[in-house]
C-alpha cells in the first residue's frame, strides 16, 4: 500500500515522504495515530506543499540558531562571588546564575539549555555549553571572578 507520512517516524522516514508499506501496518498503526494517509493525487499535492512550508520553516529557523550562535560565541559573562578561606565559593554558581548574567546581556536562551554538569564551586574561567538546538551546541566564556 502506498502512504504518505504527515509526521516524522523514526523507522519509516520524514514527513511527507512517499513511501510503500504493507496494508495491515498502515491499517492499524500508521493511520490510526494520523501518521499517514493514503497515497492520492490530492494527497501528494497536499505532501508537496507541507514539503515547501517545512523546508522554508527550516531555513528561517536555520538563520535564527546562526545568529544565536554567533552571539553567544561573542559572549563573556562575569560572575561576582563571595569568597571565604582558599578561595573556595560562599554557595556556587549555578545554571540560573548563567541565565540571569544571559538576559542581562539581551540573549534569551531557555535555562535548561545550559549545560552545566554540575554547580561552579571555585574560582576561574570555564566554558559552559549552550544547547541551541538538537546536536547543535555553543559554548559560552564564564569567568567566576571574587567580589
Same mark, same amino acid.
Given at each position: 500500500?502506498?502512504?504518505?507520512?504527515?509526521?516524522?517516524?523514526? +523507522?519509516?522516514? +520524514?514527513?511527507?515522504?512517499?513511501?510503500?508499506? /504493507? =496494508?495491515?501496518?498502515? *491499517? @492499524?498503526?500508521?493511520? =490510526?495515530?494520523?501518521?499517514?494517509? *493514503?497515497?492520492?493525487?490530492?494527497? #501528494?499535492?497536499?505532501?508537496?506543499? /507541507?514539503? /515547501?512550508?517545512?523546508?522554508? #520553516?527550516? &531555513? *528561517?529557523?536555520?538563520?535564527?540558531?546562526?545568529?544565536? &550562535?554567533?552571539?553567544?560565541?561573542? +559572549?563573556?559573562?562575569?560572575? $561576582?562571588?563571595?569568597?571565604?578561606?582558599?578561595?573556595?565559593?560562599?554557595?556556587?554558581? +549555578?545554571?540560573?546564575?548563567?541565565? $540571569? %548574567?544571559?538576559?542581562?546581556?539581551?540573549?534569551?536562551?531557555?535555562?535548561?539549555?545550559?549545560?552545566?554538569? $554540575? =554547580?561552579?564551586? %571555585?574560582?576561574?574561567?570555564?566554558?559552559? =555549553?549552550?544547547?541551541?538546538?538538537?546536536?547543535? @551546541?555553543? $559554548?559560552?566564556?564564564?569567568?567566576?571572578?571574587?567580589?
Amino acid at each position: 500500500m502506498e502512504i504518505i507520512l504527515l509526521q516524522d517516524v523514526d +523507522t519509516l522516514g +520524514t514527513s511527507g515522504d512517499i513511501l510503500i508499506v /504493507k =496494508p495491515g501496518y498502515a *491499517r @492499524n498503526y500508521l493511520f =490510526p495515530r494520523g501518521l499517514a494517509v *493514503r497515497s492520492s493525487k490530492r494527497n #501528494r499535492a497536499l505532501a508537496d506543499e /507541507k514539503k /515547501k512550508v517545512a523546508k522554508a #520553516r527550516a &531555513m *528561517r529557523e536555520a538563520k535564527a540558531y546562526e545568529a544565536l &550562535m554567533n552571539n553567544l560565541k561573542k +559572549t563573556e559573562i562575569t560572575i $561576582e562571588v563571595e569568597v571565604g578561606g582558599e578561595d573556595r565559593l560562599f554557595g556556587s554558581v +549555578t545554571s540560573q546564575n548563567i541565565h $540571569e %548574567a544571559l538576559a542581562e546581556k539581551g540573549i534569551e536562551v531557555d535555562r535548561h539549555a545550559i549545560l552545566l554538569e $554540575e =554547580p561552579i564551586k %571555585a574560582l576561574g574561567i570555564y566554558d559552559i =555549553p549552550v544547547k541551541i538546538t538538537k546536536g547543535l @551546541n555553543q $559554548e559560552v566564556k564564564v569567568y567566576v571572578i571574587q567580589s
